[in-house]
Structure formats: structure tokens, C-alpha cells
């Protein structure tokens, strides 16, 4: 377990002697990691870092308000709508790795822009130890490792809880006073929802794995999961009212983990998983059904692509 009492002064000192009197701009999802990341970055250099967050129109309910809330203390937040760039970039693609090479680039290219804009000459990421090795075990790519372009127009990347895992990140987060629903907040792909929708990513699918990953996260919050989520994994036949439907099949995923490492299916009483279906299939006329995902990882990932 990481000792905050010597890490966290490390870290700021680490930043501070990378980044110098140059500007920087931190990538922040309003996730933990991200969230630590900016908070040991403005500590060490205060006004010279812009925090940026990115709605790519991939996020999940209410992201955005909630990162307002949440980081209205540095003045120099920016909230980029990108939402149309990113989903024109999509458009088409349904293998799960170029899905995040196309995201990483994306990213990229927007933070590009607003460092331009803001005369920075280096990326803060919020990359930890598990995204590392399982992009260079080829597992998948993650945006911010293996989905990163070959060409990049920054000075450096710096990322001060690259060898953390999620379980220390918090522990940190903890150390630093971060408000309890960014330090206990469960992970949340960097791609996004795009990785929680099989194939094509389409505005009517976001919006099935929003609401649906919402009802999932409300409805599991007693059972203290380390990760519960929903993907839109294909279509199948329904009956909505008197009315036969080909809709879409969302499966539901709830996992005890560490570090995310390896991870195990929870066992959700049946009331509750009633209770989820009928909110889902509800709550969006184009649902057909909801199933319950029992694979562990290993075999499976915890997330979708």
C-alpha cells in the first residue's frame, strides 16, 4: 500500500521539477484517478495548469454538472463540448481497439488545441499502473496509453500516479480531503460508454447505456461493488405492450475487485435484479431485455471492449 505521507510530497515535487515555469494542461474526467492527478498538479504549480474536461458526448449522467460542482475551485476550469467530433469520429467503426485508438487521438487533438490556446507545453494524465500493463500486454489499448497517437505536439506527458494501483489512488485521494464522491466514485472507462456498446457507436445506444448504467449504479450502491456498470450488447425480440419488438439487450455487470487486476461477479439478490430490469426495459421504449453477466476476470475483462 502507497505511504501518502511520503508520496504525496514526491509527487508534487516531482511535477514541479518536470513541468518548471512552463504551463500544463490536465485531461480530468471527474474519475479518481484523473482527480488526483490535477489536485497533486495544481499544488505544484498552481495557475500555470488549466484543467480541461472533454464532454465527448461518451460520459455518464450528469458528468458535467458534476465536474463543475466539483472543481469550481480552479478558475481556470474549461468544459470543451466535443460531443459531434467525437461521435463523427466513431462513425462507422465497430472493432473495439481502433474504437480506442480513434478516442485516443481524439483526445488528444482536443488537448492540443487547448494548450495552444493556453501556451502549454505538457499533458498531465491521470494513468495508473493497471492501465500500463494491460496495454502492454495487449489486453486493450487504453486512451491515455495505448491509444495514444505516434505523434504528440507536447514538450512531455506527465503522470504522477502511473505506478499506482486504483485501490492506492484512493487512498490518496483520501490523504488530499477530495470530496467522497470523487475519492469512493467507482472506475469509469476513459473511452467512456463507447466501450459499453457492442459494434457501432450510435447516439440511441449512448443513450440506452446512459439511463441504464445510472439505474445500475443507483440500484448496486448497497452492495458496495467495486465496479457495476451496463453495456448495450446487441438486439432480440420483445413484447412492448401488445407489440412485438426487435430491441436492445442490456447486460448487467457488478464485480468485487482490488485493483482491477482480477475481479469477481457479485451475487445480486433476485429482487433487486427484478427491480433493474423493470427500470431499464422501462425507461426506454427500444429495450428488449436485461440479462445478468456471472463471468469473473479471468476469462472475461470487467468492461465490455
Not at 500493463?133 to 506527465?158: A, C, T, W
Request: glycine letters at 8%.
Amino acid at each position: 500500500m502507497v505511504d501518502t505521507e511520503t508520496f504525496v510530497p514526491d509527487a508534487v515535487a516531482e511535477i514541479g521539477d518536470e513541468i518548471g515555469d512552463a504551463n500544463a494542461v490536465i485531461a480530468l474526467s471527474g474519475g479518481v484517478d484523473s482527480s488526483v492527478a490535477a489536485a497533486l498538479a495544481y499544488e505544484a504549480i498552481g495557475d500555470q495548469l488549466t484543467p480541461v474536461y472533454v464532454d465527448t458526448g461518451l460520459m455518464r449522467k450528469g458528468e458535467t454538472d458534476q465536474i463543475r460542482e466539483t472543481f469550481d475551485y480552479m478558475e481556470s476550469l474549461r468544459i470543451v463540448d466535443a460531443k459531434d467530433r467525437f461521435l463523427e469520429a466513431l462513425s462507422g467503426i465497430t472493432d473495439p481497439e481502433e474504437k480506442r485508438e480513434v478516442i485516443g487521438e481524439q483526445f488528444i487533438r482536443e488537448f492540443e488545441r487547448e494548450a495552444k490556446d493556453t501556451d502549454a507545453d505538457y499533458l498531465v494524465q491521470g494513468t495508473i499502473y493497471p492501465d500500463r500493463i494491460e496495454s502492454e500486454g495487449g489486453i486493450k489499448s487504453h486512451h491515455n496509453v495505448g491509444g495514444l497517437p505516434e505523434v504528440v505536439d507536447f514538450e512531455g506527458i506527465v503522470e504522477p500516479v502511473r505506478d499506482l494501483y486504483k485501490d492506492e489512488v484512493r487512498e490518496v485521494a483520501r490523504h488530499l480531503g477530495l470530496d467522497e464522491i470523487v475519492a469512493e466514485r467507482m472506475p469509469f472507462p476513459g473511452p467512456g460508454l463507447a466501450v459499453r456498446v457492442i459494434g457501432e457507436v450510435t447516439e440511441e445506444k449512448l443513450e440506452v447505456a446512459r439511463l441504464s448504467c445510472h439505474v445500475v449504479e443507483e440500484e448496486l450502491e448497497e452492495y458496495e461493488p467495486w465496479q457495476a456498470l451496463a453495456a448495450v450488447i446487441g438486439k432480440a425480440t420483445g413484447v412492448k405492450g401488445d407489440n412485438r419488438v426487435h430491441g436492445w439487450v442490456v447486460s448487467v455487470r457488478s464485480v468485487e475487485s482490488r485493483d482491477g487486476m482480477t475481479a469477481r461477479a457479485q451475487e445480486i439478490d433476485w429482487e433487486t435484479l427484478q427491480r433493474i430490469q423493470s427500470r431499464i426495459t422501462g425507461g426506454h421504449e427500444n429495450v428488449a431485455r436485461v440479462v445478468y453477466d456471472v463471468t469473473h476476470k479471468p476469462p472475461a475483462t470487467i468492461e465490455y471492449e
